[in-house]
């Protein structure tokens, strides 16, 4: 009963979800088209399936993504997604019990010459930013979160547009360790323009699940996402895999299913406890030129991260009350605050024991020294008679 009401309380949230990007679809040309590159070396080399993987980029892939990556982290990543187009961006998140806090700060630039009637001009440029602030709320393993979003599209020195517009989305663990799901709605909002034209912000509405496993003892996570954008009314299907034949490495490939341009991405990562080195690859195909979109990311996480099976395994919960919950919760406190209280005790009385013993094995020794044998006690019978017969 408990798991059908949490299945129909996830279909309503996402069909809620999608309900208010639909019908806040802006008939207006869309801008800020930056905001459709995906975040995260790991997560891009993995074909951008990331709704349901805990990592960074949650401006991107879903608002309540650091319920899944567990631990506080800050992060930042660069690369180049084609000519002189560059990009970097920095994001941090603090995830409690009950609650979660991110920040995400992403940027693009590029450099281009002006052209006019009497040839080349002077050099320009085009940069758009994005900042993200994200919070969220933990039951179990259910969270649930609401970003806020700051855009700017600045082209050239004449025109620039901003906008701000609100992200939601929801994240649940299905088997805990095991099972993601996650689901999100992005850029319901409004913007103006510098100008008098104004443009509208691409909205678009993802979901997605990962899974962990273990083969041979090899980790590997598989993750797959479905992607709408309401623009042009058009689906993608990222899909992706990792794999740790080292605890220390990690293989990504992926693929965005339905994209035009990216063909086939891949990666690799180094991580130790609490450092991840990530790189991606991303080959293009416009028309008949290939290229190729690269970024890298370091991450710093404050705890070890929680790896495949760490989480706790499901339990079948029964219903208690407040009251009879904080009393099994103190016994249990009590319980392993005296462990090592008895381990002592039993110790000590091991070590009386023993020396009990010991004493009591050295007494019959000296009794058993002082006692006279049976040979001792016949030749003094034996002495005893012959000297009363000469008597």
């Known amino acids: 009963m408990v798991l059908q009401c949490k299945v129909f309380r996830l279909l309503f949230i996402v069909l809620a979800l999608l309900s208010v990007t639909l019908l806040a679809r802006d008939p207006r040309g869309s801008g800020f088209i930056f905001v459709e590159e995906p975040l995260n070396p790991r997560l891009t080399a993995m074909g951008g399936a990331g709704t349901a993987v805990g990592a960074g980029g949650f401006s991107?892939?879903?608002?309540?993504?650091?319920?899944?990556?567990?631990?506080?982290?800050?992060?930042?990543?660069?690369?180049?997604?084609s000519g002189d187009l560059n990009k970097g961006g920095a994001e941090t998140a603090i995830i409690t019990?009950?609650?979660?806090?991110?920040?995400?700060?992403?940027?693009?630039?590029?450099d281009f010459?002006?052209?006019?009637?009497?040839?080349?001009?002077?050099?320009?440029s085009q940069q758009g930013t994005l900042a993200a602030l994200t919070l969220g709320t933990i039951r179990d393993d259910f969270a649930l979160a609401l970003a806020l979003n700051g855009l700017q599209d600045r082209i050239g020195y004449s025109n620039t547009y901003h906008a701000l517009s609100a992200s939601a989305g929801i994240a649940y663990r299905v088997i805990p360790g095991r099972l993601n799901f996650g689901a999100a709605g992005f850029h319901a909002g409004r913007n103006r323009s510098s100008m008098n034209d104004s443009l509208g912000i691409t909205r678009f509405v993802r979901a997605g699940v990962s899974y962990e496993e273990r083969v041979r003892e090899i980790p590997?996570?598989?993750?797959?996402?479905?992607?709408?954008?309401?623009?042009t009314a058009e689906f993608l299907f990222p899909v992706g895999v990792e794999v740790r034949p080292l605890p220390m490495l990690a293989i990504r490939a992926g693929k965005r299913i339905g994209h035009p341009t990216d063909v086939f991405s891949a990666g690799v990562g180094l991580d130790t406890d609490n450092l991840s080195f990530d790189v991606s690859f991303v080959t293009t195909k416009?028309?008949?030129?290939?290229?190729?979109?690269?970024?890298?990311?370091?991450?710093?996480?404050?705890?070890?991260?929680?790896t495949t099976h760490e989480f706790k395994p499901m339990e079948i919960k029964a219903d208690y009350?407040?009251?009879?919950?904080?009393?099994?919760?103190?016994?249990?406190?009590?319980e392993r605050q005296e462990k090592p209280v008895r381990a002592e005790?039993?110790?000590e009385e091991a070590d009386e024991s023993v020396e009990a013993e010991e004493k009591s094995v050295q007494k019959m020794q000296e009794k058993t020294l002082e006692a006279p044998t049976d040979l001792q006690t016949d030749e003094f019978e034996a002495a005893k008679s012959e000297y009363e017969e000469e008597r």
């Open 97 to 110: 019990s009950r609650w979660f806090a991110g920040l995400n700060f992403s940027t693009q630039t590029i």
């Open 286 to 306: 416009l028309v008949r030129d290939y290229g190729m979109k690269w970024s890298a990311g370091v991450s710093y996480y404050l705890r070890p991260r929680p």
């Open 220 to 231: 590997f996570t598989v993750a797959a996402d479905v992607v709408y954008r309401d623009e």
């Open 321 to 334: 009350s407040n009251g009879q919950k904080e009393q099994i919760e103190e016994t249990l406190t009590i």
């Open 113 to 124: 010459q002006t052209a006019t009637e009497r040839g080349p001009g002077e050099m320009d």
């Open 60 to 81: 991107y892939y879903n608002p309540a993504q650091p319920f899944f990556t567990g631990v506080p982290y800050v992060s930042v990543e660069f690369g180049q997604i």
């Open 345 to 347: 005790i039993h110790l």
